[in-house]
């Protein structure tokens, strides 16, 4: 998978969010672009040319971290590992803006594939548009 980084928020990674959590997990079309937008450095991979995955990243002062969201792979394009592609590259990316830890707020049922990626949950489960949520971090190296 190729993975371009972009300052400003692509139309890619719009049609990917809204094809994945608007269309496919119904969250809320109006809540699914925000503030973030404008600070975040946003990913884009493209599988044989075609965007298939995105993600963003930005430094919280909430949670002292840079915080990965938006982590979405087109439903054509999973079981391949552009997830773990996707969320790799944007730990690189961290690392060279001199990062040291990343933060993702996690939908609780994909827990375990975070895990898998060295992510450690901590706090208590929360809701977002009614769906439960958990924090969890990663040292980066």
Known sequence: ME??????LPT???DIRMRVFVKEQ???????????????????GFAEGKMAATSRYFYSEKHKAYLIS?????????????????????EEKIKEDGGKTAVIH???????FYESLGYKAYGEVD???GVEHIM???ELK
């Open 3 to 8: 993975i371009k980084v972009f300052d400003k």
């Open 12 to 14: 890619y990674s719009v």
């Open 26 to 44: 119904g969250f809320s079309k109006d809540l699914e672009l925000d503030e973030f937008e404008k600070v975040a450095k946003h990913l884009v």
């Open 70 to 90: 938006r982590i979405a792979v087109l439903k054509e394009y999973r079981g391949k590992g552009l997830g773990v592609e996707i969320v790799k590259a944007a």
């Open 106 to 112: 996690a939908q609780l049922r994909v827990k375990d």
């Open 127 to 129: 809701l977002e548009e």
């Open 136 to 138: 969890m971090k990663k």
